[in-house]
């Protein structure tokens, strides 16, 4: 904190802590060194992993246990090994949150013969482009907080990854104080909605044998009670995909085990395709 301003690396752990996140997964190195020290000095715990896919699916796994999970790693040969678990998170709809280290924006600049470096200085940030829901190269302390901001809200809203670059020379600088909440934004649209619960309760009420079919989403975005309420007070019986599999209890009277199309067993792909209200 200088003269009462947050610097970059600060402003980015406050932000982590106000969506849950209080352990960080990954390995220190070189171009994150000095991000590595903030966490040391700070309240989010480290928990140091052997490599950095390791890293990256233990991340996943708080994720979907915490509501938001971060490793932190260092750049090229960091970032690089973690895109398995990366694509694996985006395909699975977890919200991890990568942190990587990067050659200084001067060092950049100046076309500097650095270690660990692809084809040029941004070749890991197009290569997340790809496997997250946002993404953001922290150069420039006028929008690094917008931008810090942008990539958590993507990553809270869409429950899928998102990757922050921040280079070694702008952990210590100060950033521009943002205006407004970061989870702003998202209003609902009350006639939309309203339309569509009419249709869905109506179907639902004319149906004779309504089936709930509940995914990972439940999962995501912390469902589970009400579908469990929904379930007991309908006595709706309730089958799950795979990846949403102990979203309901499974000793549960009323749960009838998982839905996989060709894979289920045979009474459970029968109740769900002769099922006259499938509810997704």
Same mark, same amino acid.
């Given at each position: 904190?200088?003269?009462?301003?947050?610097?970059?690396?600060?402003?980015?752990?406050?932000?982590?802590?106000?969506?849950?996140?209080?352990?960080?997964?990954?390995?220190?190195?070189?171009?994150?060194?000095?991000?590595?020290?903030?966490?040391?000095?700070?309240? &989010? /715990?480290?928990?140091?992993?052997? #490599?950095?896919? *390791?890293? $990256?699916?233990?991340? !996943?796994?708080?994720?979907?246990?915490?509501?938001?999970?971060?490793?932190?790693?260092?750049?090229?040969?960091?970032?690089?090994?973690?895109?398995?678990?990366?694509?694996?998170?985006?395909?699975?709809?977890?919200?991890?949150?990568?942190?990587?280290?990067?050659?200084?924006?001067?060092?950049?600049?100046?076309?500097?013969?650095?270690?660990?470096?692809?084809?040029?200085?941004?070749?890991?940030?197009?290569?997340?482009?790809?496997?997250?829901?946002?993404?953001?190269?922290?150069?420039?302390?006028?929008?690094?907080?917008?931008?810090?901001?942008?990539?958590?809200?993507?990553?809270?809203?869409?429950?899928?990854?998102?990757?922050?670059?921040?280079?070694?020379?702008?952990?210590? &600088? /100060?950033?521009?104080?943002?205006? #407004?909440?970061? *989870?702003? $934004?998202?209003?609902? !649209?009350?006639?939309?909605?309203?339309?569509?619960?009419?249709?869905?309760?109506?179907?639902?009420?004319?149906?004779?044998?309504?089936?709930?079919?509940?995914?990972?989403?439940?999962?995501?975005?912390?469902?589970?009670?009400?579908?469990?309420?929904?379930?007991?007070?309908?006595?709706?019986?309730?089958?799950?995909?795979?990846?949403?599999?102990?979203?309901?209890?499974?000793?549960?009277?009323?749960?009838?085990?998982?839905?996989?199309?060709?894979?289920?067993?045979?009474?459970?792909?029968?109740?769900?395709?002769?099922?006259?209200?499938?509810?997704?």
């Amino acid at each position: 904190m200088q003269n009462g301003q947050s610097t970059i690396g600060e402003y980015l752990l406050k932000k982590l802590r106000d969506y849950g996140v209080d352990h960080i997964f990954g390995i220190p190195g070189d171009y994150v060194v000095q991000f590595f020290d903030l966490i040391e000095k700070g309240p &989010i /715990q480290h928990i140091g992993t052997t #490599r950095e896919d *390791t890293a $990256g699916f233990a991340a !996943d796994a708080y994720a979907r246990i915490k509501g938001m999970g971060a490793a932190c790693v260092t750049y090229g040969v960091g970032g690089l090994s973690m895109i398995n678990a990366v694509t694996a998170a985006y395909a699975e709809k977890s919200p991890l949150v990568v942190i990587s280290g990067s050659p200084g924006i001067e060092e950049c600049r100046e076309g500097a013969l650095l270690h660990h470096k692809g084809r040029d200085f941004y070749t890991q940030q197009r290569i997340y482009d790809e496997i997250t829901v946002a993404s953001a190269l922290l150069d420039d302390p006028f929008t690094a907080f917008n931008e810090i901001d942008r990539v958590l809200d993507a990553v809270y809203w869409q429950k899928r990854p998102g990757y922050i670059e921040l280079p070694r020379d702008m952990v210590s &600088i /100060q950033g521009q104080v943002y205006q #407004r909440p970061s *989870t702003d $934004g998202h209003p609902s !649209d009350p006639e939309t909605l309203n339309a569509a619960l009419a249709n869905a309760i109506g179907f639902i009420n004319q149906s004779e044998n309504p089936i709930i079919l509940a995914g990972a989403d439940l999962h995501r975005f912390g469902y589970q009670n009400k579908l469990l309420r929904l379930t007991e007070e309908k006595q709706i019986p309730v089958v799950t995909t795979l990846l949403g599999k102990s979203v309901m209890p499974e000793a549960h009277p009323i749960y009838l085990g998982i839905y996989g199309g060709g894979m289920s067993r045979d009474e459970v792909s029968m109740l769900v395709e002769t099922s006259d209200c499938v509810i997704i």
